[in-house]
């Protein structure tokens, strides 16, 4: 006799679940790579998202990209701040408004971090072959929205 396939409320249960453990895994992976650049994955996502403004966000301008609270934006760029990785500048149009911007030793920081982020991916797709990471791309696609980003 043989076994029904699962009730797809099962399948997705499971996919989310499996989901769940590999968004850690990427995660923890990559805190592992960052760790020798002392940059936590958090601050790598911030200098990221400021890399991206074609000029220099506010706090709040960060805060709402990174969908996090303004005072979650001060504590990292407060660190990234001391490393002498990104700087607070006065806004040329009102001088009470803060930005910030991407130092120069922000920009090697982040040229480290790309590596260091490929370097964790690969580990986390090793056991995968060059055509199973092409058919993953293309099924993740859609559900994150974006044509592929790359890390």
Do not use: W, Y
Request: hydrophobic fraction near 40%; proline fraction near 10%.
């Amino acid at each position: 006799m043989s076994q029904s396939p699962p009730p797809p409320a099962d399948v997705t249960g499971q996919l989310a679940e499996q989901l769940l453990l590999l968004t850690r895994r990427i995660h923890h992976a990559q805190k592992h790579h960052f760790k020798p650049l002392g940059i936590t994955p958090a601050q790598s996502r911030l200098l990221r998202t400021l890399e991206r403004h074609e000029e220099p966000p506010r706090m709040a301008d960060l805060a709402e990209r990174l969908g996090v609270v303004p005072r979650a934006v001060t504590t990292h760029v407060d660190a990234l701040e001391e490393h002498g990785l990104v700087r607070r500048v006065p806004d040329p149009a009102n001088r009470r408004v803060t930005r910030i911007e991407t130092t120069e030793a922000g920009r090697t920081a982040l040229a480290e971090l790309h590596r260091a982020r490929l370097a964790a991916a690969a580990d986390v797709l090793k056991p995968l072959s060059e055509q199973q990471r092409e058919k993953l791309l293309g099924l993740i696609a859609p559900l994150v929205g974006t044509p592929g980003r790359p890390c």
